[in-house]
């Protein structure tokens, strides 16, 4: 799970929990994101900043190109032109997957869903077109686990 400069607290302990709950393997704060120990990141993580490993990179870019030297495909969270919608992405259970969700407001910088493998898109129905960065983490995450855990 890689975070583009999630301004929030609460949305970044939000998502070690979840990271937590679907056995993430790391969580890469980038840029602005604040890093443990952190009492408001503690607050909403219940203690999973401690269980799920993590790591810092002054930018994104960074974290994207030491990713793919892994062997990641990145997946950016992100509503662009050429998305898949999470539905119809089928990852492979061989594969290793890095989600990335972007700020709150801007999303995930144009320079990161360029350099990306593919762009998820979590459809929407109502007269919102965007959802909570830790929410959009959470839908990715369980649509990833149901594949890479059968």
């Known amino acids: ?26 969580v890469m704060l980038c840029g602005i994101t604040a890093t443990p120990p952190s009492p ?9 900043e401690d269980s799920v490993a993590w790591e810092y990179f002054p930018s994104t ?6 990713l793919k030297a892994e062997g990641y495909t990145i997946c950016v969270l992100e509503q662009v032109k050429h998305s898949v919608e999470l ?5 492979d259970n061989a594969g290793k997957y890095a989600i990335v969700a972007g700020h709150e407001v801007h999303g995930v910088d144009p320079q990161v869903v360029d350099a990306s493998d593919i762009c998820l898109e ?3 129905f109502g007269t919102k077109h965007s959802l909570n960065v830790s929410v959009s983490a959470g839908i990715a995450l369980w649509h990833l686990f149901t594949y890479l855990h059968r």
Request: aromatic fraction near 6%; proline fraction near 4%; hydrophobic fraction near 45%.
């Open 61 to 66: 870019m960074e974290c994207i190109e030491h």
């Open 87 to 91: 539905q119809d992405f089928q990852p």
């Open 40 to 48: 408001e990141i503690h607050k909403t993580a219940l203690g999973a």
């Open 122 to 124: 979590i459809p929407q």
């Open 1 to 26: 799970m890689v975070l583009d400069n999630v301004r929030s607290l609460n949305n970044i302990g939000a998502i070690f929990r979840t990271s937590d709950a679907f056995l993430v393997n790391r």
